[in-house]
């Protein structure tokens, strides 16, 4: 499981954040997944709890926004959800395809208290 990692690296980064910014106290941290990624969001969910104890996160709320992963049909440029779809153009039934979006991992917002 790599997400313990992932979200060591994150609680470094937002405390570095709220340092530089004076802040003292984060309520709510926001991250965005993309369902391509290869971040498991129940993953990250899990560990979170054990990355945050005694940090400046360690009583902040997680927040995560699943992004969809999104492509683009390259027979008929129609736009669709590659997981709902079954890869497949649901317009064409092509499987010629490019993403559009859904690999993404970010930061999205920390919300102060």
């Known amino acids: 499981m790599h997400e313990l990692g992932i979200v060591i690296e994150i609680v470094k980064t937002v405390e570095d954040f709220a340092r530089k910014k004076g802040v003292s106290r984060i309520d709510t941290l926001v991250l965005q997944i993309g369902e391509l990624s290869s971040i498991i969001p ?5 560990c ?3 990355a945050v104890g ?8 997680l927040k995560i926004e699943i992004l969809p992963g ?3 049909c ?3 440029n129609t736009v669709f959800s590659l997981i709902a779809n079954n890869k497949k153009c649901p317009d064409c039934g092509r499987n010629e395809w490019e ?14 208290c």
Request: hydrophobic content about 35%; glycine content about 6%; aromatic content about 8%.
């Open 42 to 46: 129940r993953y990250i969910e899990s």
């Open 48 to 50: 979170y709890p054990a």
């Open 54 to 61: 005694g940090t400046l996160l360690q009583e902040t709320k």
């Open 70 to 72: 999104n492509a683009i």
């Open 74 to 76: 390259k027979k008929c």
């Open 99 to 112: 993403i559009l979006c859904g690999r993404e991992f970010n930061i999205k917002e920390i919300i102060a």
